[in-house]
């Protein structure tokens, strides 16, 4: 089945300093790949998602990229502030019957002030 | 009100106790799903509802028992619960469609003594 590895699982960078988390999947059908925040008490919120037809997708600080050949696809989060320390996941589906999304383990992002 | 309401946000049940967890959209969805959220594991998938219609069990152990009434409501029943089950337990919604953004709620932290 539909496999999404996730690295690193812990990031700390410094105010302003930027962030890239990277994930792979194994299902070459996949064509859908969110990326949600989640922060402490609360549940995964989406903060931005790419579908394969497209190679980069960018909304203010964020931006995603995705590489079909390798399969993979990277969160960037440039001019990291205190308030982006959360949790991150990753995850894909595939254009079938399902309605699946398959998460990557996730991410704890730490932004020292 | 705006989202994905779940409740209660805390709960506490007895091994042998009967509670159920609810969850209301608010965003015209057509798709419902619940997720289970155990430390350092990935979000796991148990059930899916698309037009109040059960399209995916996943191996869900029967001591938990989903019910759709509408598309706008979704409960999650449980009864003789392993310590094993505690975990955050995640509703979702999404346009009826496959490969669409899901939207959580903020999810029931569940304690079994």
């Known amino acids: 089945g539909e496999n999404v590895e996730q690295h690193p699982s812990t990031l700390s960078v410094q105010e302003g300093d930027s962030a890239v988390i990277k994930c792979t999947y194994s299902d070459s059908a996949s064509n859908y790949f969110p990326w949600y925040k989640q922060e402490l008490g609360k549940g995964p919120q989406l903060i931005i998602d790419i579908r394969s037809n497209v190679g980069e997708k960018k909304d203010q600080r964020i931006a995603v990229t995705l590489n079909k050949t390798a399969k993979h696809f990277s969160l960037h989060i440039t001019e990291t502030q205190p308030e982006d320390s959360a949790v991150y996941f990753c995850?894909?589906?595939?254009?079938?019957?399902?309605?699946?999304?398959?998460f990557g383990s996730g991410t704890r992002l730490l932004v020292r002030p | 009100e705006t989202g994905v309401t779940q409740t209660p946000r805390h709960l506490v049940m007895g091994m042998t106790n009967k509670k159920s967890l609810k969850c209301e959209q608010h965003?015209?969805?057509?798709?419902m799903y619940w997720y289970k959220q155990s430390a350092k594991k990935p979000l796991e998938l148990m059930f899916v509802y698309s037009l109040e219609e059960r399209v995916e069990n996943n191996s869900v152990p029967s001591r938990f028992s989903p019910e759709c009434p509408n598309s706008s409501h979704l409960f999650l029943h449980l009864h003789t619960l392993q310590p094993e089950d505690s975990a955050l337990y995640l509703c979702?919604?999404?346009?009826?469609?496959?490969?669409?953004?899901?939207?959580f709620g903020d999810g029931t932290r569940l304690s079994i003594l």
């Open positions: 995850a894909a589906s595939k254009k079938d019957s399902s309605y699946k999304l398959i």
């Open positions: 979702a919604s999404s346009p009826d469609s496959y490969n669409q953004p899901q939207h």
């Open positions: 965003l015209g969805h057509n798709a």
